[in-house]
């Protein structure tokens, strides 16, 4: 479980951690990446929130699925800006995903939202 000061919990924060951040899909994940340019919220740690609608399976399967994302970023949150706002948001391959796999896919998607370039990366690949 990630500590509650490192994770996001309302709407608000949801919302615009995806309208602000750099988009970047890989395989069945896709993640928006926020970074704070000014001085407002560097202070704080790191935040992450996950999506995993019903597209991707029932109850259990989206726990699971949400399970194996939690502990991935658990592992990856250091490696964030402070003060960064990330959302990963599962699609509905991630059910049949191995947990390794889904590794290597958030750390691409990290990797390309970090990138240098355009505000916005398109979703695949």
Do not use: W
Request: proline letters at 6%.
């Amino acid at each position: 479980m990630l500590p509650s000061a490192q994770r996001l919990r309302h709407r608000g924060e949801f919302t615009a951690a995806v309208r602000a951040g750099r988009r970047a899909g890989r395989g069945s994940i896709v993640v928006h990446l926020s970074v704070p340019t000014s001085t407002e919220g560097a202070d704080r740690p790191a935040r992450v929130g996950f999506v995993v609608p019903k597209a991707v399976g029932g109850a259990v399967v989206r726990n699971l699925v949400r399970r194996r994302l939690r502990h991935l970023m658990r592992e990856r949150l250091a490696d964030l800006p402070t003060g960064a706002m990330l959302v990963v948001r599962a699609l509905p391959e991630a059910a049949g995903t191995p947990y390794s796999r889904l590794g290597m896919e958030l750390d691409a998607a990290l990797a390309a939202a970090r990138a240098p370039g355009r505000s916005r990366t398109g979703v695949g690949g």
